[in-house]
C-alpha cells in the first residue's frame, strides 16, 4: 500500500485501478475515464489540512480525500471551513466510482459500471456515463447527457436534468427541485418521477411507445399527446393512456407540481 499527503501542486501516476473513492469540499472535480494509466493532477489547493492519498496494489483500490471529512459528514461541512481543491483524476472506464463533494462543482464522464456522487451544493455533470449510476444531492443541481443503463436520483432541491437519456430504469425523487428529461425509451424502459413542489417536464419521441400514468394533487398537468386521457377527483389530477404499443413505462406523481408532456421527433 502506498500513501501520499499533498499540500501543494502536484502530479501522480498509479498502477491498475479498479474502484475511486474520491471527497473534496470547494473547488472543481474532474473524473474522467481514460485507456491510459491512472492518473491524479492536483492543480490547485488551500487548505490547512492536506488531501491523503492511498492506492492499494492488491485491492486495486485508490482513494483521495480529507481524512476527517466522511461520506456520512458530508451535510456538515456547510458551515466549515471551505478546503479549495482543483483535482483531475483519470481511471479505466470500468472503474468504480464513488464520487463526492461538498460546494465544488464536478464532472464524471465515460464511465460504464458502477457510479455513485454526492454534493451538497456542488453542481454534477454526468457525461456518457452508463451502467448503475446513482446521484444525491441537497441543493446541488444534476446534469445527465446521453445516459444508457440505470439512473437513481434523491435530492431536497436539487434540479434534475437529463439530456439524450435512454434508460434502462430512471428514478428520481425531489422536494421541490425541478425535473426535465429528454427520453428515448426501450421496450423494458421504466421511468419514475416523484416530486412534491419540483415541476417536471418530459419529452418523448413523437412515436414512443410506452405506457403512461401522471397523478397530482394540486399541480398542472399539460400534454401534447392527444391518446391520454385526463380525469380528476377529490384531491386527484391524472393522465393516463398507452402510446404507442405500450412496453415502456413511465410514472409521474407529484403533489402540487407542474407537470408537462412534451413531443419530440420520431425515433
Same mark, same amino acid.
Given at each position: 500500500?502506498?500513501?501520499?499527503?499533498?499540500?501543494?501542486?502536484h502530479?501522480?501516476?498509479?498502477?491498475?485501478?479498479?474502484? !475511486?473513492?474520491?471527497?473534496?469540499?470547494?473547488?472543481?472535480?474532474?473524473?474522467?475515464?481514460?485507456?491510459?494509466p491512472?492518473?491524479l493532477?492536483?492543480?490547485?489547493?488551500?487548505s490547512?489540512?492536506?488531501?491523503?492519498?492511498?492506492?492499494?496494489?492488491?485491492?486495486?483500490? !485508490?482513494?483521495?480525500?480529507y481524512?476527517?471529512?466522511?461520506?456520512?459528514?458530508?451535510?456538515?461541512?456547510?458551515?466549515?471551513?471551505?478546503?479549495?481543491?482543483?483535482?483531475s483524476?483519470?481511471?479505466p472506464?470500468?472503474?468504480?466510482?464513488?464520487?463526492?463533494?461538498?460546494?465544488?462543482?464536478?464532472? !464524471?464522464?465515460?464511465?460504464?459500471?458502477?457510479?455513485?456522487?454526492?454534493?451538497?451544493?456542488?453542481?454534477?455533470?454526468?457525461d456518457?456515463?452508463?451502467?448503475?449510476?446513482?446521484?444525491?444531492?441537497?441543493?446541488?443541481?444534476?446534469?445527465?447527457?446521453?445516459?444508457?443503463?440505470?439512473?437513481?436520483?434523491?435530492?431536497?432541491?436539487?434540479d434534475?436534468?437529463?439530456?439524450?437519456?435512454?434508460?434502462?430504469?430512471?428514478?428520481?425523487?425531489?422536494?421541490?427541485?425541478?425535473?426535465?428529461?429528454? !427520453?428515448?425509451?426501450?421496450?423494458?424502459?421504466?421511468?419514475?418521477?416523484?416530486?412534491v413542489?419540483?415541476?417536471?417536464?418530459?419529452?418523448?419521441?413523437?412515436?414512443?411507445?410506452?405506457?403512461?400514468?401522471?397523478?397530482s394533487?394540486?399541480?398542472?398537468?399539460?400534454?401534447?399527446?392527444?391518446?391520454?386521457?385526463s380525469?380528476?377527483?377529490?384531491?386527484?389530477?391524472?393522465?393516463?393512456?398507452?402510446l404507442?404499443?405500450?412496453?415502456?413505462?413511465?410514472?409521474?406523481?407529484t403533489?402540487?407540481?407542474?407537470?408537462?408532456?412534451?413531443?419530440?421527433?420520431?425515433?
Open positions: 500500500m502506498q500513501q501520499w499527503t499533498i499540500d501543494q501542486p502530479q501522480l501516476t498509479f498502477g491498475e485501478v479498479d474502484s !475511486l473513492d474520491v471527497r473534496i469540499v470547494a473547488g472543481r472535480l474532474d473524473v474522467l475515464a481514460s485507456d491510459g491512472p492518473t493532477e492536483v492543480a490547485d489547493i488551500e490547512a489540512s492536506p488531501l491523503q492519498v492511498t492506492y492499494d496494489e492488491e485491492t486495486r483500490s !485508490l482513494t483521495v480525500a481524512r476527517d471529512l466522511t461520506w456520512d459528514g458530508m451535510l456538515g461541512w456547510l458551515r466549515r471551513d471551505r478546503r479549495r481543491t482543483v483535482l483524476i483519470t481511471v472506464k470500468t472503474c468504480r466510482v464513488k464520487a463526492g463533494v461538498v460546494s465544488a462543482p464536478a464532472v !464524471l464522464a465515460g464511465f460504464e459500471r458502477l457510479t455513485h456522487v454526492k454534493s451538497v451544493s456542488g453542481e454534477v455533470v454526468l456518457g456515463v452508463s451502467g448503475t449510476v446513482s446521484a444525491n444531492t441537497v441543493s446541488g443541481a444534476v446534469e445527465s447527457r446521453a445516459m444508457d443503463g440505470d439512473l437513481s436520483f434523491i435530492s431536497v432541491s436539487g434534475l436534468t437529463v439530456a439524450d437519456g435512454t434508460p434502462h430504469r430512471l428514478k428520481a425523487n425531489t422536494v421541490s427541485g425541478r425535473i426535465t428529461a429528454d !427520453l428515448s425509451l426501450r421496450p423494458t424502459g421504466h421511468v419514475t418521477f416523484n416530486s413542489s419540483g415541476d417536471i417536464l418530459v419529452r418523448l419521441p413523437e412515436n414512443v411507445a410506452t405506457d403512461v400514468t401522471v397523478r394533487t394540486s399541480g398542472r398537468l399539460v400534454s401534447a399527446f392527444d391518446e391520454l386521457s380525469g380528476s377527483g377529490p384531491g386527484t389530477r391524472t393522465l393516463s393512456g398507452r404507442g404499443g405500450g412496453m415502456a413505462s413511465l410514472s409521474v406523481i403533489v402540487s407540481g407542474e407537470v408537462t408532456l412534451l413531443k419530440g421527433d420520431k425515433e
